[in-house]
């Protein structure tokens, strides 16, 4: 797979007998068993969606899932012609041992710089009312959200990037470097002309609703802050250190990606709107979070692992949109501007 193309028919026949795939399907459906179970409601409040109904927000999770699914055809299409990335050729001294540390290293941080935002800060790797709406009786000022910036900046992005070139570690091993700058493009307008229509629709075209002062305010703030408060910090630590170093781990492509989807939706599980008053909230809302971020999980692992350049998935699939697109309302509403 690494300098050779496969056809869509192998694609898929690969895909179905991974076995990672059946199992992620398999949990996925006990998942949806559990929480359908255990609540005929959701325990948390996610505004924009007004249902509260479980079954109602399992279906919305199957259509976000369907939804990335389609995206990662997109990309299929459009990168049919390029050859796999060679990540071993970008290690070349690569050593298990040491992968397998510094793998571990890793997720040991990341789990410490989570617990530590929650326990310390209450923050998370979205601010609140990010892509579901402001809660009610909720408010934030902008030094509460610098916060959350520098916090998720340094600790998942700076340190770990710092750390990681003193180690001797280029660009162009941290996947930060583009190999095909034309399609690379082509990917990220795609994906702009599919979402951004999708993203107005959801939020109601709210954007349209503000004055032309409010927005150029709140247009280059919202980017500024979900660049550098969400966006920088996913693609460095999980996207540029982590993906490489579980592909070399297990030299499998399937793997690797559903590792993304794993991690990504791990690295939301204190979002603003979970529950952990009880084990039962709980439960339910651990399973949400992975229904509801493994899909973009997945796509965003599938861009860097088919590309080779973290930056794809900043551009096509994180910053602008859903962040800039879709929560630029809700910030003009908590900061009044």
């Not at 796999?84 to 040491?98: G, S």
């Not at 280029?170 to 599919?194: C, P």
């Not at 204190?270 to 899909?295: D, P, R």
Request: hydrophobic share 50%.
């Amino acid at each position: 797979m690494k300098n050779q193309t496969l056809s869509f028919r192998q694609t898929i026949r690969t895909l179905i007998n991974d076995k990672t795939t059946r199992l992620a399907i398999l949990l996925w459906i006990a998942g949806i068993v559990l929480v359908i179970f255990l609540s005929d409601n959701i325990p948390f409040d996610r505004p924009i969606i007004e249902d509260t109904s479980t079954v109602t927000n399992v279906l919305i999770a199957q259509g976000i899932l369907f939804y990335g699914i389609l995206l990662i055809f997109v990309a299929y299409l459009l990168t049919r012609k390029r050859t796999y990335v060679n990540v071993e050729e970008r290690f070349p001294d690569a050593k298990i041992r040491q992968v397998k540390n510094e793998t571990l290293g890793l997720i040991i941080w990341g789990a410490l710089a989570l617990g530590l935002g929650k326990g310390v800060f209450d923050l998370g790797l979205h601010l609140h009312g990010s892509i579901f709406g402001v809660q009610d009786q909720y408010s934030i000022d902008t030094q509460e959200i610098f916060t959350w910036v520098t916090y998720n900046f340094t600790m998942f992005a700076l340190i770990p990037y710092v750390a990681f070139r003193y180690l001797g570690y280029s660009n162009y091993q941290f996947f930060l470097v583009s190999q095909n700058r034309k399609n690379d493009l082509l990917i990220i307008l795609a994906y702009l002309a599919i979402q951004l229509p999708i993203d107005f629709l959801y939020t109601n075209f709210a954007l349209v609703e503000y004055s032309a002062d409010q927005l150029a305010i709140a247009i280059p703030f919202s980017f500024f802050i979900h660049f550098f408060g969400t966006a920088l910090p996913i693609m460095i630590y999980l996207q540029s250190l982590l993906l490489p170093r579980i592909y070399l781990l297990s030299k499998s492509y399937i793997q690797t990606i559903m590792f993304s989807g794993l991690a990504y939706a791990s690295l939301h599980l204190f979002e603003y709107w979970t529950n952990y008053q009880t084990l039962k909230t709980a439960i339910i809302s651990v399973v949400f979070v992975f229904l509801q971020f493994f899909g973009p999980g997945l796509v965003k692992g599938y861009l860097t692992m088919r590309t080779g350049n973290a930056w794809v998935h900043v551009w096509a699939y994180h910053v602008i949109t859903p962040h800039l697109s879709s929560d630029t309302p809700h910030l003009i509403d908590l900061l009044d501007i």
